[in-house]
Structure formats: C-alpha cells, structure tokens
Nanobody, 121 residues
Framework: QVQLVESGGDLVQAGGSLRLSCEVS????????MAWYRQAPGKQREWVAD???????NYINYVKDRFIISRSNADNTMYLQMNSLKPEDTAVYLC???????????????WGQGTQVTVSS
C-alpha cells in the first residue's frame, strides 16, 4: 500500500515562510508526477504546483514568485517552500502523486490527508 504524509503546516503571520513536506512510503516502483493542491474553506480544491520526476516544476501564476517546489527522488519526498505568505494562502495543502506500483504497470493516483496552513494578517 502506498501512503502520502504531509507535514509542516502551521500558523504564521503574513510575510512569513513555511516549508511543507510530503513523504511517500510503501511498496512501489516509481513516482512520476508529484503535486501540491490546496483547498480553502468553502472553495474548490486548486492545483498549486507540480514537479516531474526529471525535476521540472510548474506553478499557478499567483505563487510563481513566492513558492518553490522540489523533490528528493532518493527520499521519495516532495517539498514546498512558501515565502511571503499572504492571508489568501490560508488553506489545507494536499500532496498528490502518480505512482507506478510495479515495473511496466499503470500509474495510480494517491493523495495525502493534508496539512493546515493559516496565515494571519
């Protein structure tokens, strides 16, 4: 079974920084795309950033100059460095991964439970 566990969420003042982590554990062959999503109260879940196994990142426009996504393939862990945080960044941040469980097999979607980020003004 594959599990994703996020950590690093906290309460922080506007302008502050946080670093989120997402660790993938279990039995699998390879992790392809990894991504961060977020869901604020009363809003739909939205994509924030993703990173391929090659390391190429992509960001939604309004975090592009503030957030940095990275991953360690050796540790099966993804990170999100969030700088210059704003109250509108307040949300539950969820980790997503496309995982190939066996050699030559299909990739499957996995989600973490989320970590709360609260930015006070």
């Amino acid at each position: 079974q594959v599990q994703l566990v996020e950590s690093g969420g906290d309460l922080v003042q506007a302008g502050g920084s946080l670093r989120l982590s997402c660790e993938v554990s279990g039995s699998f062959f390879r992790i392809n795309r990894m991504a961060w999503y977020r869901q604020a109260p009363g809003k739909q879940r939205e994509w924030v950033a993703d990173i391929r196994s090659s390391g190429n990142p992509n960001y939604i426009n309004y975090v592009k100059d503030r957030f940095i996504i990275s991953r360690s393939n050796a540790d099966n862990t993804m990170y999100l460095q969030m700088n210059s945080l704003k109250p509108e960044d307040t949300a539950v941040y969820l980790c997503h991964a496309l995982v190939v469980r066996v050699v030559g097999g299909a990739q499957y979607n996995y989600w973490g439970q989320g970590t709360q980020v609260t930015v006070s003004s």
